[in-house]
């Protein structure tokens, strides 16, 4: 189903309908942070779902998607009660999680339950591993890494690379691990790498030690809360690098009370840029604004992706309302190594590991927006 061949009219109305008549609804859960430190990432996540399930609601009214958001506080524990709290609700198959820490937990969970997941962020590679239905729309941490030390050597940006990193955290140290072995692999130099933990408040050593080495872009495979304190720091002893970041990034100009303009050349490496001038993206940015009040990020994005895809494979499988979760995720399994689906971070197929294949593309932040990059 190519959804970027829709006119512009139809989308447009799909986007602002909700609720239309229907014969059949599916029911997926949407789970994430939705209050604390990382509730940036899981409300993009259910607002991108509700506008995904609008979309499909409008252009298939025979054919329904029902969102059940569910909160899990960026927490393992406590996502596995809102695991079960979204099936007790009657979720039939999950959007999620949000965050790659509840989600090694709650695949676990959901691999005994034989629960179909496809998680529009979490970025491990722990959380497909050895499970057949669990699913990803983001890009795995190793090809993060890859990929930004490959895109930092052919767009030529820096000499000398520094990393700082979360060391307790899987998605982190994920990313750090495979940037390294490729900018060796490149010949790109990195010449300080510091760590920190999630109880980490002063940067002073980490961006300190990034200075002192010469380094003129700073590798960032980090959430935006620390990585809004990098900033503040630097700016403070006037070290103005390239800094360079990945998804984790991507919400730092929603922030609560952060300045923007610490952010601005700040470069991330994302399959979305909400500047993008086709159809789909221009479309979804505008009712994303209008119903948000903000500019929708990468996990927005990946939402509205992951609900076209849950539809999609659903109804090719036949799988109704009355369809139940273990009956629902064997027929998914079947049907997402062969799902083709082109949305708003692109053209993606699935490996039969749970990866998905498509292509990155960097944006830089100019005047608080994202705007892709050229040289």
């Known amino acids: 189903m190519k959804f970027r061949k829709v006119v512009s009219a139809a989308l447009a109305a799909a986007m602002l309908m909700t ?21 940036v990432y899981g409300n993009a996540v259910v607002n991108g779902a509700k506008l995904g399930a609008d979309y499909v609601n409008a252009i298939d009214p025979d054919y329904q998607v029902n969102i059940i958001p569910e909160d899990d506080e960026h927490d393992a524990e406590k996502a596995i009660n809102a695991y079960n709290a979204a099936l007790d609700a009657g979720a039939q198959m999950m959007l999620g999680t949000t965050t790659t820490t509840p989600c090694i937990a709650v695949s676990a969970q959901a691999y005994e339950d034989r629960v179909f997941m496809l998680t529009p962020s979490a970025s491990s590679p722990a959380v497909t591993e050895g499970k057949d239905n669990m699913y990803q729309v983001c890009f795995t941490d190793p090809n993060q890494g890859l990929a930004s030390a490959q895109y930092i050597v ?3 940006l820096a000499t000398k690379v520094a990393v700082i990193y979360n060391n307790a955290d899987s998605y982190s140290t994920g990313i750090y691990q495979t940037f ?27 961006v300190n030690a990034a200075k002192d080495a010469g380094a003129d872009l700073v590798f ?7 990585a809004s304190q990098i900033l503040v720091y630097a700016k403070g002893i006037e070290y103005a690098p390239v800094f360079f970041g990945v998804d984790g990034m991507d919400g730092i100009l929603t922030m609560e009370g952060f300045d923007t303009s610490l952010a601005e050349g700040v470069m991330l490496l994302t399959p979305f840029s909400a500047d993008a001038e086709d159809e789909l993206t221009k479309l979804f940015v505008s009712q994303y604004e209008a119903q948000f009040g903000e500019v929708p990020n990468q996990f927005a994005a990946d939402a509205f ?4 895809a849950l539809y999609t494979a659903s109804k090719n499988a036949g799988i109704t309302g009355e369809t139940s979760p273990e009956d629902a995720c064997e027929m998914l399994i079947a049907q997402f190594p062969s799902l083709s689906v082109s949305g708003l971070t692109g053209d993606m197929t699935w490996s039969a590991d749970g990866t998905v294949n498509k292509t990155p593309t960097a944006v830089i932040i100019k005047d608080g927006a994202y705007v892709g990059y050229t040289k």
């Open 220 to 226: 960032l495979p980090i959430y935006y809360t620390p």
């Open 305 to 308: 992706d992951g609900v076209i």
């Open 154 to 156: 052919d767009n030529a």
């Open 180 to 206: 390294v072995d490729k900018a060796a692999e490149l010949g790109l130099e990195v010449v300080a790498v510091s760590t920190f933990t999630d109880d980490t408040t002063d940067f002073s050593v980490q």
């Open 19 to 39: 609720g239309a008549a229907c014969a059949d609804t599916i029911n997926i859960a949407v789970q994430g942070p939705l209050t604390g430190a990382a509730a």
